[in-house]
T-cell receptor, first 108, second 115 residues
Framework: EDQVTQSPEALRLQEGESSSLNCSYT??????LFWYRQDPGKGPEFLFT???AGEEKEKERLKATLTKKESFLHITAPKPEDSATYLC?????????FGQGTRLTINP | GAVVSQHPSRVICKSGTSVKIECRSL??????MFWYRQFPKQSLMLMAT?????????EQGVEKDKFLINHASLTLSTLTVTSAHPEDSSFYIC???????????FGEGSRLTVL
């Protein structure tokens, strides 16, 4: 069965303090790994898709990387507006499976 | 990027009534849309896959007679929660695939509160 585990469950950082969020997965036939940002009371906002190990993508202060077992979302010098829940999802042969998310809080 | 829109964003109804939520793809045609449900501080759970012109495919444990899905056109799917009860209160989100690689884009979500 395809599984996605995100860690930590919650993370508090000071503004400017860089860190990484982890997404570990087991899937039969990875067709894509997706990162989304979700603000309270809103639908997920698409950030990145990664398709193969070694692939990296960047957008502003965010950088996503992928290995055969996990993905990292690196956040560099975060700002308070980066506070949100970050969701990871993997597309296997059957369906898209979401992790539980990491609630990120950036304190000014 | 693609835009998926939901309406209403919030709805409050009395127990026993039915509520309809609309999901539209605004700048592309979507033969398939997906309906998710999300409880507070939990991740998204797929409820059903909506197929244009045919019956929806429901996930195990989702009552198809309670959650009616209609996908009458290439840009509109609707979810009707029939005979709603307080336990149906939740955040419902639709999505659709867009682009050559079929990336999934989500609507803004609809918060249902059943009194």
């Amino acid at each position: 069965e395809d599984q996605v585990t995100q860690s930590p469950e919650a993370l508090r950082l000071q503004e400017g303090e860089s860190s990484s969020l982890n997404c570990s997965y087991t899937v039969s036939g990875l067709r894509g790994l997706f990162w989304y940002r979700q603000d309270p009371g809103k639908g997920p906002e698409f950030l990145f898709t990664l398709y193969s190990a070694g692939e990296e993508k960047e957008k502003e202060r965010l950088k996503a990387t992928l290995t055969k077992k996990e993905s990292f979302l690196h956040i560099t010098a975060p700002k308070p507006e980066d506070s949100a829940t970050y969701l990871c999802a993997v597309q296997g042969a059957q369906k898209l499976v979401f992790g539980q998310g990491t609630r990120l809080t950036i304190n000014p | 990027g693609a835009v998926v829109s939901q309406h209403p964003s919030r709805v409050i109804c009395k127990s026993g009534t039915s509520v309809k939520i609309e999901c539209r793809s605004l700048d592309f045609q979507a033969t398939t849309m997906f309906w998710y449900r999300q409880f507070p501080k939990q991740s998204l759970m797929l409820m059903a896959t909506s197929n244009e012109g045919s019956k929806a495919t429901y996930e195990q444990g989702v009552e198809k007679d309670k959650f009616l899905i209609n996908h009458a056109s290439l840009t509109l799917s609707t979810l009707t929660v029939t005979s709603a009860h307080p336990e149906d209160s939740s955040f419902y989100i639709c999505s659709a695939r867009w682009g050559l690689r079929g990336e999934l884009f989500f609507g803004e979500g609809s918060r249902l509160t059943v009194l």
